[in-house]
């Protein structure tokens, strides 16, 4: 290669292409220049179907509480309820924790919260169900319905395309799905402790609805740790009208006696698998959504859609100019 002369760059090199002496990057800033008010029309134009939207979507409020394990010590612990044994009999009698095997109160409390045999039960209230599903209930008639609207509308003629049929009354499975899009479960702190939030339009519902799947939830495993604690006790005085044997009486005993203990703590009129450390609560006034940040989104949305368009439209003229200079 002659000294002076300059290497041309291949197409591993990182160097912008130029045309006419002006890099991709200039004649990029230089195309917004050009085109500002496509930029501010974009920018107004997000802006207004953002308050449009916020005029149409039904304001909701959170509520949020804060829960976490039920505590075995301190001045405000429930106690234990399964004695606490020492030696080697303390293996087989300890209540287990969260672990790979084991599956604890509060862990069951989670996957069950609003879901599942829960929100049957919840199904079983007629006021629970009215306001989880206004849309549905008519109250003229006092009586389900179809929703009203041009979406319902729409589903239902698809589902009639294919010989089905939308559903009227609600029943628990219906009730967990809205549960589930309504609930958020979130870690605090990364330690036990959960905040559990929920929407909706009015705030004496969504507080209500919170506090009630609480309850249920905590009433449903209350209910299946006394249901466990009668048949072992039932088993065990059965066993013991069989047993002769003095040192096995003995035995079957002791086990009745500590099965009773925990029966007895079972009922005791305290939280059950989970302790309510910050009781259901919302603000005032509507927070979801929230104007302060979907109007300034909407704006960057708009002027980013104006940007591409600009960017397209330039690329198709330098193409049609391209081809007819051929």
């Not at 003629?157 to 967990?176: F, H, K, M, N, Y």
């Amino acid at each position: 290669m002659p000294d002076g002369a300059l290497a041309q760059p291949d197409a591993m090199t990182l160097r912008l292409p130029a045309t006419g002496g002006e890099g991709d990057l200039r004649r990029f800033v230089r195309l917004l220049r050009q085109g500002w008010r496509w930029l501010l029309a974009g920018g107004f134009g997000g802006i207004a179907l953002a308050v449009c939207a916020l005029w149409l979507v039904t304001p909701a409020y959170t509520a949020a509480m804060v829960i976490g394990p039920t505590a075995r010590v301190g001045s405000a612990a429930m106690g234990a309820r399964v004695p606490m044994l020492s030696g080697r009999d303390s293996a087989a009698m300890a209540e287990p924790g969260a672990g790979d095997e084991s599956l604890s109160d509060f862990a069951r409390y989670l996957e069950l919260f609003g879901s599942g045999p829960v929100a049957e039960q919840l199904a079983r209230d007629s006021r629970l169900l009215q306001a989880l599903f206004p849309d549905r209930w008519d109250a003229e008639t006092q009586r389900w319905r179809p929703p009203s609207g041009m979406v319902p509308a729409v589903k239902r003629a698809l589902l009639a395309l294919v010989g089905r049929q939308d559903w009227v009354e609600p029943d628990g499975e219906r009730v967990a799905r809205a549960l589930r899009d309504r609930l958020v479960i979130d870690m605090l702190r990364s330690g036990p402790m959960r905040r559990i939030t929920l929407r909706h339009s009015d705030r004496a519902t969504a507080l209500d609805l919170l506090g009630r799947v609480a309850a249920a939830t905590d009433a449903h495993l209350r209910a299946e740790a006394a249901r466990r604690s009668a048949a072992q006790i039932a088993h065990i005085k059965d066993r013991l009208g069989a047993v002769t044997v003095a040192e096995h009486r003995q035995a079957l005993s002791d086990l009745l006696l500590d099965q009773e203990r925990v029966a007895m703590m079972i009922g005791v009129d305290l939280p059950f698998a989970s302790d309510m450390i910050q009781p259901p609560t919302a603000a005032a006034l509507p927070d979801w959504p929230n104007p302060a940040v979907v109007v300034p989104l909407a704006g960057v949305a708009g002027l980013i859609a104006a940007c591409f368009c600009l960017s397209a439209s330039h690329a198709l003229r330098d193409g049609r100019a391209g081809e007819a200079a051929r």
